[in-house]
């Protein structure tokens, strides 16, 4: 039973440029969450998607969008690069109706030049 | 301002010993309370969790302590053997709207 998987495993970018990040979810998960975490830092929510809609965001600017695709995987983009958004994007996945456990996939390294 | 507060930001225990990680929180809508273990280069991985109608859950050497009036959790991980040093993350999220809430982590060193 595969978990969460995540593409590419590294990125190098430089600023100006956009960026798309791509999650499968684990098995039986309809529900998939995005979050950043800097460098020794915990990670913040970005958004969630649900029957292919936003259903949460978190305090992040409008480059920051996403897609939920009718198999459930989700894809993360970042338009505009700035040096700040240099960071592991995880992607982590859920039952909508089960419990509130979340299950992460290994992550995205961006790094932005 | 930071909802989940963590406590210590680093830790160092030696092997066989308790390592005891402490949380609280202030948004009394908070009802899932999880800790997640993250090595370095990897995602975070669920270690054990809890619902504020139980004061404690055991899981293997991994124990979770909640005291609601306090709004506070800790995990406690019994006989700590090298392989458990990483950071260790708590979070809290209502049912509600499924956003997990993170606290700062705790970087916890095994020496052997």
């Known amino acids: 039973d595969a978990g969460v998987t995540q593409s590419p495993t590294h990125l190098i970018k430089t600023r100006g440029q956009q960026v798309t990040l791509r999650c499968s979810p684990k098995?039986?998960?309809?529900?998939v969450s995005w979050y950043q975490q800097a460098l020794g830092q915990g990670p913040q929510f970005i958004f969630q998607?649900?029957?292919?809609?936003?259903?949460q965001r978190g305090n992040f600017p409008d480059r920051f969008s996403g897609h939920q695709f009718p198999n459930y995987s989700s894809e993360l983009n970042v338009n505009a690069l700035l040096l700040g958004d240099s960071a592991l994007y995880l992607c982590?996945?859920?039952?909508?109706?089960?419990?509130?456990?979340?299950?992460f996939g290994p992550g995205t390294r961006l790094t932005v030049l | 301002q930071q909802q989940v507060k963590q406590s210590p930001q680093s830790l160092i225990v030696q092997k066989g010993g308790i390592s005891i990680i402490n949380c609280a929180y202030e948004?009394?809508?908070?009802?899932?309370f999880p800790w997640y273990q993250q090595f370095p280069g990897k995602g975070p991985a669920l270690l054990i969790a809890i619902r504020p109608d139980v004061s404690e859950k055991k899981e293997g050497r991994f124990t979770i302590s909640f005291n609601k009036s306090a709004k506070q959790f800790s995990l406690h991980i019994m006989d700590s053997q090298p392989g458990d040093s990483a950071t260790y993350f708590c979070?809290?999220?209502?049912?509600?709207?499924?956003?997990?809430?993170w606290g700062l982590g705790t970087s916890l060193a095994v020496n052997p």
């Open positions: 979070a809290a999220s209502p049912q509600s709207n499924r956003k997990l809430i």
């Open positions: 998607y649900y029957e292919e809609e936003e259903r």
């Open positions: 098995s039986g998960h309809d529900t």
């Open positions: 982590a996945s859920q039952a909508w109706g089960g419990t509130n456990e979340q299950f």
């Open positions: 948004n009394t809508a908070f009802d899932y």
